[in-house]
């Protein structure tokens, strides 16, 4: 006689698959962006933060330091050395707000925004291709429950940080 498995072992197996196809998938995006980092002389930071000051450049909400800082995890002379070397690359430049001249952001320069541009377009136009099939309601289903995830990576990655700033900041308090 054989046996279903019950609705709720069957839903605890797709979640599981969804997890490690997701698990899968940012495992391969790093190797791809590694590619690009080593390209051009970047280590992981320089390129998160890089992917952090591109999206504010494009939505005309430059980020600042602080901002970045906060995002990457690392405290403000780490992220200001991050900046400083990008920098100097020709990647990114400081600007002041022109309303309040304590307030500086980062923008990616013109020819960086190219560079990243070339290099990642094609793998959009690869992955617009590869769900050309898939309708709009089920795109839509799957992009809210990647960004639930990514909540539940964030919320995780906070409480990881929160734990292990517990012993640092109660031995500072000594």
Do not use: C, Y
Not at 127 to 133: F, R
């Amino acid at each position: 006689m054989t046996t279903q498995p019950s609705p709720h072992a069957e839903r605890v197996e797709l979640v599981e698959d969804l997890i490690d196809a997701l698990r899968l998938f940012t495992v391969e995006s790093d190797v791809f962006v590694d590619v690009f980092a080593r390209a051009h002389g970047l280590g992981r930071n320089d390129l998160n933060a890089i992917m952090w000051i591109s999206q504010g450049t494009r939505s005309g909400h430059p980020i600042t330091s602080g901002e970045l800082a906060t995002r990457l995890g690392l405290g403000a002379p780490s992220t200001s050395g991050l900046v400083d070397r990008l920098e100097n690359a020709g990647h990114v430049r400081r600007v002041r707000d022109p309303r309040d001249r304590r307030k500086v952001t980062i923008v990616m320069q013109p020819q960086a925004m190219q560079l990243a541009t070339d290099f990642f377009v094609p793998l959009g136009r690869l992955m617009h291709d590869t769900v050309a099939d898939v309708d709009g309601e089920d795109l839509r289903r799957v992009t809210d429950v990647v960004r639930r995830m990514i909540t539940a990576v964030e919320g995780a990655r906070s409480a990881v940080q929160a734990s292990s700033a517990g012993p640092a900041v109660a031995q500072r308090q000594r």
